[in-house]
């Protein structure tokens, strides 16, 4: 790169990193190369952050998140985790309507009722 570009995508870097070739090049070579990095990093993220929100509704109608994507997945409705994620956050009702659909088709999804546990009482002393 030549002097103008490497000083164009250093701008807005601290100290010589702005106005000193040597530096200003390594340090703007390890920008790019985190940059490229990331924005790979960014759609697993936002992935990671699609699945918490789903879990998170599916888990209000006591199932849980892979068990729901399987029933969706046997009832063949092919919605990304985008588009569920935001049907969880922003229309509860539809996204319950869902989980029924994924309760009825895979077995597994059937609520469970637990027994109350039973809580030990300390001995007296």
Known sequence: ?????VFKLAKGFRGRAKNCIRIA?????????YSYRDRRNKKRDMRSLWI??????????SVNYGNF????????I???????SEISM??????KAL???????????KNVVHAP????MPLSV
């Open 117 to 120: 546990r039973k809580v030990a």
């Open 69 to 76: 994507m399987h029933g969706l997945m046997k009832e063949n």
């Open 90 to 95: 922003h229309e509860p009702h539809s996204f």
């Open 52 to 61: 918490q929100r789903i879990n998170a509704g599916t888990r209000i109608h």
């Open 1 to 5: 790169m030549n002097k103008a570009k």
């Open 25 to 33: 090049r390594e340090r703007v070579e390890k920008a790019l190369q």
């Open 78 to 84: 092919q919605l990304n985790r985008k588009v569920l």
């Open 99 to 109: 989980v029924d659909i994924s309760r009825n088709a895979f077995p597994g999804n």
